[in-house]
């Protein structure tokens, strides 16, 4: 991923430097060229991702793009937060890296699972939570559209939820192909290791406010956007909430900004009058 922005312009390759410097390693190869296997651990997908992020946003700054507010979902929040003024690029990367480490040494592999539910019938999807639960853990994880939930938990549960959810009418429950159960209570030992690093880390107020996952709610202090990575490590990404909340504030206009378009699509499904393009390859931006 990230490829042929690197390819094609000077701005991108020098944020995949800055990453392979800030990291002390080549995270700009891990995403050119894989392997596979080795870009999917967590604690390389999300430095990766950030990267790419990064590369594409300095891309969109040298045509003139500029934003009124920021937002990221999950992992993309730290993404925001460094094009919002608050975090700094180096930071960001170092956070990120320790996060996806402490999220998957939180649960051994196999224990936990995470499931996306595609238009659950109105009003069932607690009821089929506290029926699959039977003692162990599983939560809404991702509120990513109203027809689109994503849970997760203790693998049994997460399964017994799928099977549920599909007697209850749900047009697809498929599980997900992730290395741990994020954004769950199963993740509060990752929580609580971030804190350190967050503490650690300077967070300035932000230039460009940002609307955070934990709350679905517009912030502008540098400690509240600390506090926001704190809390939505194991509380659900609030993302309907969100995207409504732009939508409210009159956005007409938005980018998804690095790899892949799954989030032009969540913005098209909850607010349709936002205008939205993807920047994470260089023939997209022959389409701005």
């Known amino acids: 991923m ?135 853990v599983v939560s809404a994880a991702n509120l990513n559209s109203p027809e689109q939930v994503v849970i997760a938990g203790h693998a049994g549960a997460v399964n017994r939820a799928i099977a549920l959810a599909k007697s209850a009418g749900a047009r697809r429950a498929v599980p997900l192909p992730v290395s741990a159960p994020f954004h769950c209570v199963l993740m509060q030992p990752a929580q609580q290791r971030l804190r350190v690093n967050l503490d650690a880390t300077p967070f300035a107020d932000l230039a460009i406010p940002l609307v955070n996952n934990w709350q679905a709610r517009e912030i502008r202090a540098g400690a509240e956007a600390r506090e926001g990575l704190y809390h939505q490590v194991p509380n659900p990404v609030r993302w309907v909430e969100t995207l409504r909340y732009l939508a409210a504030q009159g956005v007409t206009r938005a980018f998804e900004v690095g790899a892949g378009n799954v989030l032009s699509g969540l913005v098209r499904a909850v607010a349709p009058a936002i205008a939205v393009s993807k920047s994470g390859e260089a023939p997209d931006f022959d389409l701005l």
Do not use: W
């Open 2 to 136: 990230g490829k042929s922005l690197a390819e094609r312009f000077a701005v991108a390759r020098q944020a995949y430097e800055e990453a392979d410097q800030a990291l002390g390693f080549s995270i700009s190869r891990l995403c050119f060229e894989g392997p596979d296997d080795q870009l999917k651990l967590t604690t390389n997908t999300q430095p990766a991702l950030l990267a790419t992020s990064m590369a594409a946003l300095a891309v969109l700054r040298e045509r003139g793009v500029t934003a009124d507010y920021v937002a990221g979902h999950s992992l993309g929040e730290y993404s925001a937060l460094v094009a919002g003024g608050s975090l700094g690029f180096a930071d960001a990367l170092r956070l990120v890296r320790d996060r996806g480490r402490y999220m998957q040494e939180a649960v051994p592999p196999g224990v936990g699972a995470m499931a996306a539910l595609l238009r659950v019938p109105e009003g069932k999807l607690d009821a089929i939570l506290a029926e699959a639960a039977q003692g162990e």
